[in-house]
């Protein structure tokens, strides 16, 4: 079997993956507008807001196939920043001060990114990961990140209900078009980068969270490099790409963070942040 790893190529479509953000009952939804569904109850799955595909000849010897051989897409994560503060009505009635991104929460921030049951790929091959047909390879893939937080938390000092004031979440990420073939070798053809971040201020009006300001939030991707990825970070996992997976990671870190809350990851204040509008809840 030749691989012809000149030939491969990455076309990405990301031009409707637009940052807003959804009110809940209960939390508060950073999401990329395609692909979201608000009617569902699950507001952490769902459909790709961008897509890519990748695509690279193959040149098969008589008798050859690729039933033992795997192409797609492996993705890894880096968590920059998740924090969720939260403000009384008045400025005695205090704030709170969330840090997900943290240890001892967070036990790493750069993981693989995908889901076990399919390691290292970003999809499962009953998903069509890839398919072979007059002689290329076609992988694709496609992401919705979103974060998600709760509207309202009891602050542990003023045993006052305080209410969602700002959400930060930034997060970067590379996409990497690769093969690896029965012995779990991998190659790389190509990859690209991006980031995405979701900030918003809140204020309150008769009892619901608008968005007041979402400076910063934005999406952007960079443009398609032939190879593998140089960053001296992530060069451990490209040689052997492997969990845990950083959604995992967060779940846990997230239910710490419910449970028993460490200093460095909740802080409870009797007064109100001073950045905090007057008018911030009417």
Same mark, same amino acid.
């Given at each position: 079997?030749? /691989?012809?790893?000149? $030939?491969?190529?990455?076309?990405?479509?990301? *031009?409707?993956?637009?940052?807003?953000?959804? /009110?809940?009952?209960?939390?508060?939804?950073?999401?990329?507008?395609?692909?979201?569904?608000?009617?569902?109850?699950?507001?952490?799955? &769902?459909?790709?807001?961008?897509?890519?595909?990748?695509?690279?000849?193959?040149?098969?010897?008589?008798?050859?196939?690729?039933?033992?051989?795997?192409?797609?897409?492996?993705?890894?994560?880096?968590?920059?920043?998740?924090?969720?503060?939260?403000?009384?009505?008045?400025?005695?009635?205090?704030?709170? $001060?969330?840090? &997900?991104?943290?240890?001892?929460?967070?036990?790493?921030?750069?993981?693989?990114? *995908?889901?076990?049951?399919?390691?290292?790929?970003?999809?499962?091959?009953?998903?069509?990961?890839?398919?072979?047909?007059?002689?290329?390879?076609?992988?694709?893939?496609?992401?919705?990140?979103?974060?998600?937080?709760?509207?309202?938390?009891?602050?542990?000092?003023?045993?006052?209900?305080?209410?969602?004031?700002?959400?930060?979440?930034?997060?970067?990420?590379?996409?990497?078009?690769?093969?690896?073939?029965?012995?779990?070798?991998?190659?790389?053809?190509?990859?690209?980068?991006?980031?995405?971040?979701?900030?918003?201020?809140?204020?309150?009006?008769?009892?619901?969270?608008?968005?007041?300001?979402?400076?910063?939030?934005?999406?952007?991707?960079?443009?398609?490099?032939?190879?593998?990825?140089?960053?001296?970070?992530?060069?451990?996992?490209?040689?052997?790409?492997?969990?845990? &997976?950083?959604?995992?990671? &967060?779940?846990?870190?997230?239910?710490?963070?419910?449970?028993?809350?460490?200093?460095?990851?909740?802080?409870?204040?009797?007064?109100?942040?001073?950045?905090?509008?007057?008018?911030?809840?009417?």
């Amino acid at each position: 079997m030749f /691989i012809n790893a000149a $030939s491969a190529a990455i076309t990405l479509k990301t *031009g409707n993956a637009k940052p807003e953000f959804h /009110i809940r009952d209960k939390t508060v939804v950073g999401h990329l507008t395609n692909g979201y569904d608000p009617t569902t109850a699950d507001a952490v799955r &769902m459909n790709e807001a961008w897509s890519a595909t990748g695509t690279v000849r193959v040149t098969l010897n008589p008798g050859e196939s690729l039933n033992d051989d795997q192409f797609g897409f492996v993705q890894f994560l880096r968590y920059k920043t998740t924090e969720f503060h939260y403000a009384g009505k008045s400025p005695d009635e205090g704030s709170i $001060s969330i840090f &997900m991104n943290r240890a001892p929460a967070l036990t790493q921030t750069l993981a693989l990114d *995908g889901e076990e049951t399919f390691t290292p790929w970003t999809k499962d091959q009953n998903q069509k990961r890839f398919t072979f047909a007059a002689g290329v390879v076609t992988a694709v893939t496609g992401d919705h990140p979103m974060v998600k937080g709760g509207r309202e938390l009891d602050n542990k000092k003023t045993n006052k209900k305080n209410f969602l004031f700002h959400l930060i979440d930034e997060r970067e990420f590379t996409t990497v078009f690769a093969h690896s073939d029965p012995k779990f070798k991998f190659q790389y053809f190509a990859h690209f980068n991006w980031r995405l971040r979701y900030e918003a201020k809140f204020n309150w009006r008769q009892g619901n969270p608008l968005v007041a300001s979402r400076d910063g939030t934005g999406i952007k991707f960079d443009s398609v490099v032939k190879g593998p990825p140089t960053d001296s970070s992530l060069q451990e996992l490209l040689a052997d790409p492997k969990g845990p &997976m950083a959604n995992n990671l &967060m779940l846990k870190a997230v239910e710490q963070v419910i449970r028993t809350p460490a200093p460095e990851n909740r802080k409870d204040f009797d007064k109100r942040f001073a950045n905090v509008s007057p008018t911030f809840v009417l």
